[in-house]
């Protein structure tokens, strides 16, 4: 068995790696020296903007204006009777959400108005002196901008942070950080059947900028004092190439033109479902079973034991296809096989003109014509490893019989290039295009060529 030797197409870094921060304001990171936010440690060149949230200067809008020209809404009703306004309108949005702008004489009224609201928002002390308490069916949320006070009642916090963003930091109500998406309801259910309070900050994503982008993520902060980060993905396909790019004990996650080492403080997990991706650190691993009841098991992390099948470690043959043909040359390298995990059009293309990748002219097609199918549409689902092969005859034509792979995501390309009794004595060179369908090739992940002559 030969190990095959991977051709790199990337500056390496072994830098320290954290994912979605601490429950405080996100550290500025600099060049200086190590941070530490949440449960890794991070060493980073990057350098993060200097603005602190909720440290904004939030103009004054006319409200009305701007939320009939940009929130949709069922209904629309008027009323003057709530926390002694002049006037107010209100509004029920899709998914039982509920907006109130409460208009005022002048600002100054309005601000003096806002310090009567507990900080809950719960209780409102009338300048009478009555006391009016209020029981909200969701989360409730207030703000004062010029002479109105806002409210909004939801059960997800879906707007939290356009109105944050368009008018500063709530005075009294469930928090403005407050969000929970559609996404971590089901995972929301088990943690509370399996006995636990669970509330919901926004996160800012991984908050690493090397990372894949997220569409939004959300930091569930659990009764026993732990926490895990859920990070939503644009479709389970961009979920999938982000996961594929850990490895198996997630010590190691691989960008397009960097690796990375990562150190947590205490072990890890990762897990996937559609076109989501949950983090959990832990050293008691408490919350694994209800974790592991939505998600399945981790596709990285420290093991733990799973009362159930392990898919993303399955071992044994994976489903792949293949095209073999014959190379122009030897393309300048000197020791055979070789292997280049291909994950995108960008690659395929990288690779070609690095290695110059030309097919012999007596075959009737081109790297072109034999490439075109792999767009980045082919590329979300699956991965292509190429082989070159060294082969002391032309007579000699390799096929490939399997494709395996084992729990630590080492695949093996088990080849055949059996010895015919009559052969010419020119040497030949191949190139093996491995196509993995539907189960993505970790960058970081070995890849060994076995050959039937040895």
Same mark, same amino acid.
């Given at each position: 068995m $030969?190990?095959l030797?991977?051709?790199?197409?990337?500056?390496?870094m072994?830098?320290s790696?954290t994912?979605?921060?601490? +429950?405080?304001?996100?550290? @500025?990171?600099?060049?200086d020296a190590p941070?530490?936010?949440?449960?890794?440690?991070?060493?980073?060149?990057v350098?993060?903007?200097?603005a602190?949230?909720g440290n904004?200067?939030?103009?004054?809008?006319? %409200?009305?204006?701007?939320?009939e020209?940009?929130?949709s809404y069922?209904e629309?009703?008027?009323?003057n009777?709530q926390?002694?306004? *002049?006037?107010?309108t209100?509004?029920i949005?899709?998914?039982d959400?509920?907006?109130? %702008?409460?208009?005022?004489?002048?600002?100054e009224?309005?601000?003096?108005v806002?310090t +009567?609201?507990s900080?809950?928002g719960?209780?409102?002390?009338?300048?009478?002196?009555s006391?009016?308490e209020? @029981?909200?069916v969701y989360?409730i949320?207030f703000?004062?901008?010029?002479?109105?006070?806002?409210?909004?009642?939801?059960?997800?916090g879906?707007?939290l +942070?356009?109105?944050n963003?368009l008018?500063?930091?709530?005075?009294?109500?469930?928090g403005?950080d407050?969000?929970?998406?559609t996404?971590v309801n089901e995972?929301?259910?088990a943690?509370?059947?399996?006995?636990?309070?669970v509330?919901?900050k926004?996160?800012?994503g991984t908050d690493?900028d090397?990372l894949?982008?997220?569409?939004?993520?959300?930091m569930?902060v659990?009764?026993?004092?732990? &926490?895990i980060y859920?990070?939503e993905y644009?479709?389970e396909?961009?979920?999938?190439?982000?996961?594929?790019?850990?490895?198996?004990?997630a010590s190691?996650y691989?960008?397009?033109?960097f690796?990375?080492?990562i150190?947590y403080?205490?072990p890890?997990?990762?897990?996937?479902l559609d076109?989501v991706?949950a @983090?959990?650190?832990s050293s008691?691993?408490e919350l694994?079973?209800a %974790?592991s009841?939505?998600?399945?098991?981790?596709f990285?992390g420290?093991d733990?034991d799973?009362d159930?099948?392990?898919?993303w470690y399955?071992?044994?043959?994976v @489903?792949y296809?293949?095209?073999t043909?014959?190379a122009?040359?030897d393309?300048g390298l000197?020791v055979?096989? +070789?292997?280049?995990?291909?994950?995108?059009?960008?690659d395929?293309?990288t690779?070609q003109?690095?290695l110059n990748l030309t097919?012999?002219n007596?075959?009737d097609?081109?790297?072109?014509l034999?490439?075109?199918k792999?767009?980045d549409?082919?590329? $979300?689902?699956n991965d292509?490893?190429?082989?070159?092969?060294?082969?002391p005859?032309?007579?000699?034509?390799?096929?490939?019989t399997?494709?395996?792979?084992?729990e630590?995501?080492?695949y093996t &390309?088990?080849?055949?290039?059996d010895?015919p009794?009559?052969s010419?004595a020119?040497?030949a060179?191949w190139y &093996?295009l491995?196509?993995? *369908?539907?189960?993505?090739v970790?960058p970081?992940t070995?890849?060994? &060529?076995?050959?039937?002559?040895g």
């Open positions: $030969k190990k030797l991977s051709i790199a197409l990337a500056l390496t072994l830098l790696l994912a979605c921060g601490s +429950q405080e304001n996100k550290p @500025e990171v600099t060049t941070i530490v936010s949440g449960d890794a440690s991070v060493t980073t060149s350098t993060e903007d200097e602190v949230p904004v200067t939030v103009e004054k809008v006319d %409200i009305v204006a701007v939320f020209g940009v929130y069922t629309k009703e008027y009323s009777a926390y002694e306004a *002049n006037g107010s209100e509004y949005l899709e998914n959400q509920y907006v109130g %702008i409460y208009e005022y004489d002048s600002e009224a309005a601000a003096t806002a +009567q609201f900080s809950s719960s209780t409102f002390y009338c300048s009478d002196g006391v009016i209020s @029981e909200f989360p949320h703000w004062q901008n010029g002479s109105y006070i806002i409210s909004y009642c939801t059960e997800t879906e707007f +942070q356009d109105f963003a008018l500063g930091t709530e005075f009294a109500g469930d403005s407050y969000f929970r998406p996404y995972l929301v259910y943690l509370w059947d399996a006995g636990y309070n509330s919901y926004y996160c800012d690493l090397y894949k982008e997220t569409v939004s993520a959300c569930l659990v009764s026993n004092d732990e &926490v859920l990070y644009a479709d396909y961009e979920a999938l190439d982000e996961a594929s790019r850990y490895s198996a004990n190691f691989s960008g397009d033109d690796t990375i080492g150190d403080a205490s890890v997990h990762f897990f996937l076109n991706i @983090e959990y650190c008691s691993g694994l079973p %974790i009841s939505v998600y399945g098991y981790q990285a420290v733990y799973y159930g099948e392990k898919p399955a071992t044994g043959t @489903e296809d293949y095209y043909v014959p122009a040359d393309g000197s055979f096989p +070789q292997s280049v995990v291909i994950r995108s059009r960008y395929l293309e690779t003109e690095v097919i012999a007596y075959v097609t081109t790297w072109e034999l490439t075109y792999y767009s549409e082919w590329f $979300k689902s292509l490893i190429l082989v070159l092969l060294e082969e005859s032309g007579s000699i034509s390799p096929y490939v399997d494709v395996t792979r084992d630590d995501r080492n &390309v088990y080849i055949n290039d010895y009794e009559v010419t020119d040497m060179y &093996v491995v196509e993995i *369908n539907g189960t993505k970790n970081l070995g890849v060994d &060529v076995v050959s039937s002559r």
